[in-house]
């Protein structure tokens, strides 16, 4: 029997993934989506079919450990634990029989959601839905139209098809009436009830689904709807409907993240100290929700070595900052009183805790999202069994290096990264999984790599987004796809990094280069900045006031866009401008030779650096120009420099 290819895809992904006010929630809508994708790819492999991208099998046998489970489970075994992570992309290609029906894995997505939806319905909403209003069919409406689920048949080297078929085809949903979700705004709030004119049944409803599932997954500002519940509650109910719980249901919160690098310093440093802030913390009746250790492999080993540290090193993550602790919002349980007494107590104590640390815990944390550069393309032009080998080489690294860096890995799925780590580590991690893609592709295409490298393909592009703990997780997604696709893909040329700080009132600052212009000899340009700036007893080779004199005095001079007026000024007098600024903040007497060099130095950050094509159309140079100045790359390094404290 003869073969056709067929392109499959699952949406929508953005509205799923990345509507999210929890870590927890970011990890589901991550996690449910490759899920889905994995019932479908089975029902191709049980057709005979071949799955061509992403790489799933190994000589006939699945390789992918989310895969594998889903196999296992419709062959009867059972699972206790499994895994956690999303492995499997929202959408594949495979070769399959002439006479294979697509809706069969169409069908076998929508039964696994409905499996999982019925689970949070029958355990939470059914017992109190008669509370709301039309409750019952608000969520049928929403659960059952969710999904978009777009399939392709044609020729295997028809790698677009599916892309084609998209453009003249698309789903637009209805509006939605009532009260809006506040998690997923497109979609009405179960209760049903207008709250302009049925505020008090509405605030019922929600104070019953409360008691239903515990204040921590639900608190007193979050009226969900259907989709949102699911998301919010889905780790409650993974056995029944999944069939195992998943190896890590519970991610550690944004100010946990942000606080990560100075608890460990605590940790190692003032191991009494530490003890004693953790027993006038736990008293606090909010701070029983506690961080989950299982995560960070580095923080279990320190627990063992000495368990009376445990306490402190799960410390619900608002613990950690002085400004967590003095709202009140953050600890009053329902019901209840503000413990301020307590409160008070505890700020005293981390105050001293700080104090002795010699440092306050950063307030901010980054999201790094990793995507491969022209896939589509790729695929067209080489074998795509051997790029889906070179993607799985890659993914199956990804868990441990964002580990060993105290990350936690949310997605990671053929040449999709999405993870979440310290400010302090995020540059390094970003870097080293960098290095592991190409990697992964030099190793797999062994002697045809130097082909791919001259065309410049075979790469990967990032953003990295430093955002406060308390930025809502959403604008922080939606910033982190903006700046890749916009920044570092367009903008800077691809196989690039963009970064932003993102703080309440929105982006401070802008940076990107490719990779080869961050990448230093030793480690990377920023650290060489940093480095410079803490020189210990020495004279520092940079200050802070010298950076804001050439964002007020030297960058006004340029335009809007940031370009050189060339027609009264050279890039040398441009250089000479800074070398005397530089000699004017000085704290010790430099020479005009050395001023200058230090000047140069300095305009690396401040030129823009993208990719560009070279002149005969074969492959990418690195291209500066030299026309351009700004300073976001000076207040980069200050941001990173002071952790985020006084950006």
């Not at 989506?33 to 699945?62: C, H, M, R, W």
């Not at 990804?398 to 302090?424: F, I, P, R, T, W």
């Amino acid at each position: 029997m003869s073969k056709v290819s067929l392109h499959f895809s699952i949406g929508p992904v953005q509205e799923f993934v990345a509507q999210a006010r929890k870590t927890r929630d970011f990890w589901v809508g991550s996690f449910l989506l490759s899920y889905l994708s994995g019932l479908a790819i089975i029902e191709v492999l049980e057709g005979n079919g071949e799955i061509v991208f992403p790489a799933v099998t190994d000589q006939g046998k699945i390789v992918d450990p989310l895969l594998k489970t889903i196999e296992a489970l419709k062959k009867g075994v059972k699972i206790q634990k499994g895994p956690s992570i999303a492995t499997l992309p929202n959408r594949f290609m495979a070769i399959v029989p002439e006479d294979f029906e697509p809706q069969r894995c169409a069908d076998a997505v929508r039964s696994g959601w409905g499996k999982i939806a019925q689970a949070v319905w029958e355990r939470f909403v059914k017992p109190i839905a008669h509370e709301g209003k039309d409750t019952e069919n608000i969520w049928r409406r929403q659960v059952e139209n969710f999904w978009e689920i777009n399939w392709a048949l044609g020729d295997e080297k028809e790698i677009d098809l599916l892309d084609r078929k998209k453009n003249w085809r698309r789903r637009i949903l209805p509006p939605e009436p009532g009260d809006k979700c506040t998690l997923m705004g497109h979609f009405q709030e179960l209760s049903g009830y207008l709250r302009i004119r049925e505020r008090e049944k509405q605030d019922a409803f929600w104070e019953s689904l409360r008691k239903q599932v515990g204040g921590y997954e639900l608190d007193e500002r979050e009226r969900l709807s259907a989709i949102g519940l699911i998301k919010r509650l889905f780790p409650l109910v993974a056995r029944e409907s999944i069939g195992w719980d998943p190896e890590q249901k519970n991610y550690p919160s944004t100010p946990y993240l942000s606080a990560l690098p100075w608890i460990i310093k605590a940790v190692k440093n003032l191991p009494e100290i530490v003890r004693q802030y953790a027993e006038c913390a736990s008293s606090l009746p909010g701070a029983t929700y506690k961080e989950d250790l299982e995560l960070f492999p580095s923080l279990r080993e320190i627990a063992n070595r000495d368990t009376q540290t445990r306490e402190f090193l799960s410390l619900n993550g608002n613990c950690f900052h002085q400004a967590a602790l003095s709202n009140p919002n953050l600890w009053v349980q329902e019901g209840g009183e503000d413990p301020k007494d307590e409160r008070e107590k505890c700020q005293k104590a981390l105050k001293e805790l700080t104090g002795k640390v010699g440092e306050k815990p950063s307030s901010f944390y980054a999201l790094l999202l990793m995507d491969g550069d022209r896939m589509g393309a790729l695929l067209r032009r080489y074998n795509a069994k051997k790029i889906s080998s070179a993607l799985n080489s890659f993914s199956k690294n990804v868990k441990d290096v964002v580990q060993l860096h105290n990350g936690v890995l949310v997605y990671a799925g053929g040449d999709d990264v999405l993870a979440m780590v310290s400010l302090e580590k995020a540059l390094s991690l970003a870097l080293k999984l960098r290095e592991a893609y190409v990697n992964a592709f030099r190793e797999t295409f062994g002697d045809d790599y130097k082909v791919l490298e001259e065309d410049g393909e075979g790469t990967i592009s990032a953003a990295l987004v430093y955002a406060h703990y308390n930025v809502p997780l959403t604008g922080v997604i939606k910033e982190a796809h903006d700046i890749l696709d916009r920044v570092a893909k367009d903008e800077t040329g691809r196989d690039s990094l963009a970064v932003t700080v993102w703080k309440g009132s929105g982006r401070v600052l802008t940076w990107s280069a490719p990779w080869e212009f961050i990448k230093t000899h030793n480690s990377n340009i920023f650290d060489e900045f940093l480095n410079a700036l803490s020189k210990g007893d020495k004279p520092k080779e940079y200050n802070f006031a010298f950076f804001y004199n050439l964002r007020e005095r030297i960058e006004p001079l340029f335009s809007q866009e940031g370009k050189l007026p060339e027609q009264w000024i050279s890039e040398e007098h441009l250089v000479d401008l800074l070398a005397a600024e530089y000699r004017k903040n000085r704290e010790r007497q430099v020479d005009w030779p050395t001023a200058r060099e230090k000047a140069k130095n300095i305009l690396k950050l401040c030129q823009r650096v993208k990719r560009k094509e070279k002149e005969d159309g074969k492959g990418y140079l690195m291209d500066v120009d030299k026309a351009s100045f700004q300073t976001d790359g000076l207040m980069l390094v200050k941001f990173l420099s002071q952790k985020g404290v006084g950006v």
